[in-house]
């Protein structure tokens, strides 16, 4: 996935530098330094350090949400194998990225905006998980999902947090994945017909009513179509015009649009504008769920 190149070219260097020396131990002059770039081109795209730090993370986000869309696409909501590959893409970015040590780093900050934003990212991924449970083992039962979705995380983190400290050899996220959710089973089983619940399904859900968040979104989507087609080419602006026709029509057609979206990521393959596009995929796949009814 990419970008802009000098802006990438920052949040590169920015990324190593947070990893190696700490956050705190990097300064702005340091990021200049390993990106060659003056510090009239860093101002041009970040206000502050904590800014690009923030695009990082956005950045290491915006690419396993596609991955995690791509791998959805003509399979069957109710796949386990899907979902366990879903779920394992995350944990595949943290370790490609070495994101876990710049968490570390985050957690020490003391900066509201980013605590913000990382606990907004948390809830968000388990709204996520507790949804896909509910797709694939509970179909129109979601009322113990978010339980679910605590455990799972939980049970995973500590499952490798373990495996790291007493095995020299790796372990693939799918095996352990795979291996707590046949435990789990039954226990989700039992759960229901227990009827005890611990977390409510709406602890974690958006301020916003659902028309509210519907309408967010597709503003947000013609906005960033806006700007992209003042970049675009001939042959771009067709798929562009005709996703946003589609998006914006009285029924939206979801399998047209899943296939407008593999469209546009060939078509804006490798281009300067490849990462805008994967922000508008995003956009695009988080209003057809919300026009749905279903948790974005």
Known sequence: MKMNKRKWKIIDAAHRLFIEKGFHATSIQDILDEAEISKGTFYNYFTSKNECLLAIIEYVEAEGYQKRIELAIGKDQQDEEVFIKQLAVRLNMNKKYNMLALFNHVMQLDDKEIRKYMDKQYRAELNWVSKRIADVYTPGKNDYSLDHAVMLLGMVHHFLHVWKMGMEEEVEPEKVIR??????????????????????????????????????????????????????????????????KEITSESPRKFIIESMMLSLKHVFKDTELEYEISQVVQLAEKYIKCQEGEEV
Do not use: C, P, W
């Not at 229901?192 to 968040?213: A, H, P």
């Not at 087609?229 to 001939?234: L, M």
């Open 179 to 244: 291996f707590i959710l046949k435990r789990m089973k039954s226990m989700m089983n039992d759960q229901m017909k227990s009827g005890e619940k611990f977390f409510s399904e709406e602890l974690f859900s958006f301020e916003l009513s659902g028309e509210g968040r519907a309408q967010r979104l597709l503003d947000s989507f013609i906005k960033k179509i806006d700007y992209i087609t003042k970049k675009a080419d001939s042959e771009q602006l067709d798929y562009l015009h005709f996703l946003q």
